[in-house]
């Protein structure tokens, strides 16, 4: 089902600019897409109230931080009524490792992708989830080696079909 939020394609043009670079001004922003300033931020404005821009964040660069790990997990639940989904869901929101869930099809429930300054770490992490009595029937995990692509922009224009604004 979906909950698409009706734009045109000026204000595609905004969301392509603002994943690209999220700290722009209105002005650099609106002679970018080719708007005057004052509509460029009613329209950014207008996409923020109904849900469409969410937030606005910067990409970190970990390595420069420290050692750490990233990990994909597996889990499958010991039971799949809607209680039990909502129960994993909510003890995974109180962990911040755990930095993405996604309830999934296929061979288990949920891919998490965790991260950690550690294998150790990380290990004590899961253990300690699985005491903590959230459902877990089993989990496999997947340490990341590399990441040879890293898009932090999503296809917008792939997936906003030109049919909705010609």
């Known amino acids: 089902m979906s909950s698409a939020v009706s734009f045109d394609r000026f204000d595609l043009k905004i969301l392509v600019r603002l994943q690209r670079e999220g700290r ?12 005057s300033p004052s509509p460029c931020l009613l329209r950014t404005k207008r996409m923020q109230e109904v849900g469409l821009i969410r937030s606005y964040g910067a990409d970190i660069a970990l390595e420069k931080l420290g050692d750490h ?6 889990v499958t639940l010991g039971s799949h009524t809607p209680h039990d989904f909502r129960k994993f869901e ?3 929101a109180k962990y911040e490792e755990i930095v993405e869930c996604y309830n999934v099809s296929g061979g288990y429930d949920y891919l ?3 991260v950690a300054p550690g294998v150790g770490y990380f290990q004590a992490l899961m253990d300690k989830m699985l005491e903590d009595d959230m459902g877990i029937e089993r989990f496999a995990s997947r340490i990341v080696l ?5 898009r932090r922009e999503y296809p917008l224009s792939i997936i ?6 010609e």
Request: aromatic share 6%; net charge positive; charged share 25%.
């Open 160 to 165: 906003a079909s030109r049919k909705r604004w």
């Open 90 to 92: 909510e003890a995974a």
């Open 146 to 150: 590399r990441q040879p692509l890293n």
């Open 24 to 35: 722009c001004s209105n002005v650099d922003l609106a002679k970018a897409v080719g708007l």
């Open 69 to 74: 790990v990233i990990v994909f997990s597996e």
């Open 112 to 114: 998490l992708k965790i």
